[in-house]
């Protein structure tokens, strides 16, 4: 090989050499930034931390479960601690739920969550307090009727009135140290009507087409010591007519209804008809009575409520029968028959 063809190989190595380092460097300068960047780590704020319980406000004895998330960064590969006054309860990388059962009412369970981020300098500190409430709901049919003496409540029928009141079972309301703005629902709609401050009740009429009602309160403390939601569901019941015999010296006999074995063996009889959870409260004069005897319209008496009979002959049925019915509603009506033997 003579002395210019080694020159040319070696120049041709230099060369290509050069080439080399030049994308090499080249690369690397293009590269450099995207390392860098990548390895940054952006600092985390506590407000892109979120903390999700579940239930949202658990009641006395709740199973209750933490959640925290965050969209800045990846809390799965976060170094995760989670304290009570009793001491360090969770800890470890991704430790991003925790779990644990509510005391009873008036009580308080404060959680202090530390969260360090990968590569982050700072740590991120949330505190979760879970104070267990409960609010309790009494419903009440406002224009249902039942007889004097009656030891139930009246239930609701048809475009009846239901009242419906919230009684927070707090000692922070109790003691009046806490004002409470009450959020009703019936099913999923929001009452705004009826929402507000210390509006502890609702009253309103049941639709003619269900036959429940469900409703939802959410009583919240204006000092924030104080949430909790609890919901019902009311049912709704065909009003029922019965009978009773009304004596001359012991008044109406309401431990005996009569039914169809009933003997009829007086000269008279006055019979009272109770009109069992039909919205009569208030409305007596929106109903119109139509008694009955044997299939032929009666008179209505005096006392609409009260028939007196005589009968003019012995053997055979009694067949009588009263209507009740509001004239301006169109689903408040109820209808007894009682068969005597005569």
């Given amino acids: 090989m003579t002395e210019d063809s080694r020159k040319g190989i070696v120049n041709k190595y230099k060369n290509s050499m050069k080439k080399s380092i030049y994308y090499i460097l080249i690369l690397f300068i293009f590269t450099l930034p995207i390392i860098s960047f990548?390895?940054?780590?952006?600092e985390v704020q506590e407000n892109?931390?979120?903390?999700?319980?579940?239930?949202?406000?658990?009641?006395?004895?709740?199973?209750?479960?933490?959640?925290?998330?965050?969209?800045?960064?990846?809390?799965?590969?976060?170094?995760?601690?989670?304290?009570?006054?009793?001491?360090?309860?969770?800890?470890?990388?991704?430790?991003?739920?925790?779990?644990?059962?509510?005391?009873g009412p008036n009580t308080t369970i404060i959680l202090n969550i530390s969260i360090k981020p990968v590569g982050s300098m700072n740590t991120i500190n949330k505190k979760v307090v879970i104070s267990p409430s409960e609010v309790e709901l009494v419903w009440e049919a406002a224009d249902g009727y039942t007889p004097l003496f009656y030891k139930g409540k009246s239930f609701v029928s048809g475009e009846g009135l239901i009242k419906?009141?919230?009684?927070?079972?707090?000692?922070?309301?109790?003691?009046?140290?806490?004002?409470?703005?009450?959020?009703?629902?019936?099913g999923d709609e929001a009452l705004l009507e009826a929402t507000g401050?210390?509006?502890?009740?609702?009253?309103?009429?049941?639709?003619?087409?269900?036959?429940?009602?469900?409703?939802?309160?959410?009583?919240?403390?204006?000092?924030?010591q104080y949430n909790a939601t609890k919901t019902i569901t009311i049912p709704i019941i065909s009003p029922k007519v019965l009978f009773y015999k009304k004596s001359?010296?012991?008044?109406?006999?309401?431990?005996?209804?009569?039914?169809?074995?009933?003997?009829?063996?007086?000269?008279?009889?006055?019979?009272?008809?109770?009109?069992?959870?039909?919205a009569l409260k208030g409305h007596e004069n929106e109903f119109n009575y139509n008694w009955k005897i044997n299939g032929d319209n009666i008179n209505t008496p005096s006392k609409k409520t009260e028939l007196t009979i005589r009968p003019t002959s012995r053997g055979g049925y009694a067949n009588i029968s009263l209507m009740m019915e509001n004239l301006n509603k169109l689903f408040q009506k109820v209808t007894g028959q009682l068969k005597l033997t005569i």
Wanted: no cysteine; glycine share 4%; charged share 20%.
């Fill in 38 to 42: 990548a390895e940054m780590q952006i």
């Fill in 48 to 103: 892109e931390v979120s903390i999700e319980t579940i239930p949202e406000n658990p009641q006395p004895y709740d199973d209750v479960t933490i959640n925290i998330s965050s969209y800045a960064t990846d809390l799965n590969k976060a170094i995760i601690t989670w304290q009570t006054d009793k001491g360090v309860v969770l800890s470890g990388i991704g430790k991003t739920s925790y779990s644990l059962k509510a005391l």
């Fill in 164 to 186: 419906v009141v919230a009684i927070p079972n707090t000692n922070t309301i109790k003691s009046g140290r806490g004002s409470v703005v009450y959020n009703w629902k019936s």
């Fill in 197 to 224: 401050y210390n509006k502890e009740y609702y009253t309103f009429p049941n639709s003619a087409l269900n036959n429940k009602e469900e409703i939802t309160v959410t009583a919240s403390a204006v000092d924030g």
């Fill in 248 to 278: 001359p010296t012991e008044g109406i006999l309401y431990n005996m209804a009569l039914n169809s074995n009933s003997p009829f063996i007086e000269e008279e009889m006055t019979i009272v008809a109770e009109p069992y959870f039909l």
